[in-house]
């Protein structure tokens, strides 16, 4: 069942409920104000034949009224039956001498009892009312003759029957009835079409987006949803989505990329691998050639290792949200201990230390990652700086960070590559003018370190005028003493 049908047939059971219950309410108000209508006019009736009987001390006695006037504001009509009993209901009065006698039972005195009865295939809203002579009498000072025989044209008792037709009420209840069910059928059937009819052109935009979706594959990841410029939450979802094939788009992007360059870079130490034990083998040589092509295939083999360790760091690094084992360190004593592993490398005098932090310097890290991260940039200092030019370890303090910069005074970078130095596999086109060695997976090596310490990383550089690689990680409290 698709979406537009469910929530047309949700709507329709809600409109449907409301137009049930609209309908019984005022079928129900209707049934009980023509019902009462049908009461007062019959209660008014009763009191014009109340008005006549006259109450004497001798008895009730009925004297008939002006069937044509008006006497306490009701009218007694052609279409209305009334009846007048004594105590011992023999007829004494009224439109019709027989047929609704049974309704002209004894009450009790002054009060005034409905009923419904049928008659002649007819439903009739009977009234009645019991006088006794001294209770219920319209005089105003009654004497009590009960028990007293009254003269023969005296009534001890005097029972009053009103018969109201209700078939013009069952009549107009019964057009109102239909003519509810009438309306709300309309309503419902007009509802059915337009609500309908709303839903898929409410929810078209999720169709088209659907369809849109169905012809995206790997490749081809440009195409984008239309934006239904709803300015709802379909708009926001579109958005959504778009702004996710992007991210997917950019990943795959930048995956192809990786995976071509990385091919390339091993491809080359591979290639000179061969070609080494190639020419090697083609004839005898003496031992002095076999130990040169043995030394250059290790140093394409370390070479190779560097290049697939890299690969491996970035890949896990990838996966892996936060790497295990960092603890609280004081970078400053770290710094200097470390610097002094540069002690065999043949510019050590030119790396400068310049600690500007009063005291520790505390950060959560990992050591070995930490000092990788560093290595590598003191390294890319050496490399891309003239021998003799310093270059500066410096450590810093600044709003709850600590500041560690490698400064130097070489050949720096050109402000249209400082956005591509980060990623996997680049080189500068200055590094490749002077055919400086590398494969371009330092920086992006340094940088997934630096991010995994919650830290972050940018490049100051001028074309001419150095480089200066910043590294700021956020300062942590200094450990317990156990």
Not at 104 to 129: D, F, I, K, N, Y
Not at 302 to 328: K, M, N, T, Y
């Amino acid at each position: 069942m698709t979406l537009v049908t469910r929530l047309s047939l949700f709507l329709l059971a809600a409109l449907g409920v409301v137009l049930l219950g609209f309908s019984a309410a005022l079928y129900a108000l209707a049934h009980v104000h023509l019902h009462r209508q049908a009461d007062e006019r019959a209660a008014g009736m009763l009191d014009v034949l109340t008005a006549a009987v006259e109450s004497e001390p001798e008895g009730l006695e009925w004297n008939r009224p002006d069937l044509a006037a008006a006497t306490t504001g009701a009218r007694i009509d052609a279409a209305v039956l009334w009846r007048v009993v004594d105590g011992d209901r023999e007829f004494v009065d009224g439109s019709h001498d027989q047929g609704f006698a049974s309704a002209c039972l004894p009450a009790a005195a002054g009060a005034t009892v409905h009923q419904t009865m049928t008659w002649e295939g007819r439903v009739w809203g009977v009234s009645r009312r019991t006088l006794q002579a001294g209770v219920g009498s319209p005089d105003k000072n009654p004497q009590s003759n009960i028990g007293i025989a009254a003269p023969e044209h005296k009534h001890r008792e005097l029972t009053l029957a009103v018969a109201v037709p209700l078939t013009p009420v069952h009549g107009t209840l019964r057009t109102l009835a239909f003519g509810l069910a009438g309306i709300s059928l309309s309503v419902w059937l007009v509802a059915a079409v337009t609500g309908r009819w709303m839903c898929r052109r409410a929810l078209a935009p999720i169709t088209q987006m659907a369809q849109i979706t169905r012809s995206i594959s790997a490749n081809d990841l440009t195409l984008r949803l239309p934006s239904p410029g709803t300015r709802d939450e379909l708009e926001d979802l579109g958005s959504a989505f778009n702004d996710l094939l992007a991210r997917i788009q950019d990943a795959f992007s930048r995956q192809e990329r990786f995976t071509a360059e990385a091919s390339h870079q091993l491809r080359t130490p591979l290639t000179s691998m061969l070609g080494q034990l190639e020419v090697a083998l083609r004839r005898d040589r003496p031992p002095e050639e076999y130990q040169r092509a043995l030394i250059e295939f290790q140093r394409q083999a370390l070479h190779l290792q560097d290049i697939v360790d890299a690969l491996v760091f970035l890949a896990r690094a990838d996966a892996d949200a936060e790497l295990p084992g960092f603890v609280p360190m004081d970078i400053a004593d770290w710094l200097r201990m470390h610097v002094q592993k540069w002690r065999e490398h043949p510019r050590h005098d030119d790396i400068r230390l310049a600690i500007e932090t009063n005291g520790a310097a505390w950060v959560r890290a990992h050591a070995g990652l930490l000092g990788q991260a560093v290595d590598n940039l003191i390294d890319n200092a050496c490399k891309y700086s003239a021998s003799g030019s310093p270059i500066i370890a410096r450590l810093q303090r600044d709003a709850g960070n600590i500041i560690l910069s490698i400064e130097d005074c070489g050949y720096g970078i050109g402000r249209e590559e400082q956005s591509h130095l980060f990623e996997p596999f680049f080189r500068s086109t200055n590094a490749r003018q002077r055919g400086i060695s590398g494969i371009g997976l330092g920086l992006s090596v340094t940088k997934r370190i630096i991010t995994a310490f919650s830290g972050r990383i940018n490049a100051l550089s001028e074309l001419g005028n150095g480089s200066q690689f910043v590294i700021e990680i956020p300062e942590s409290s200094a450990p317990h003493a156990e």
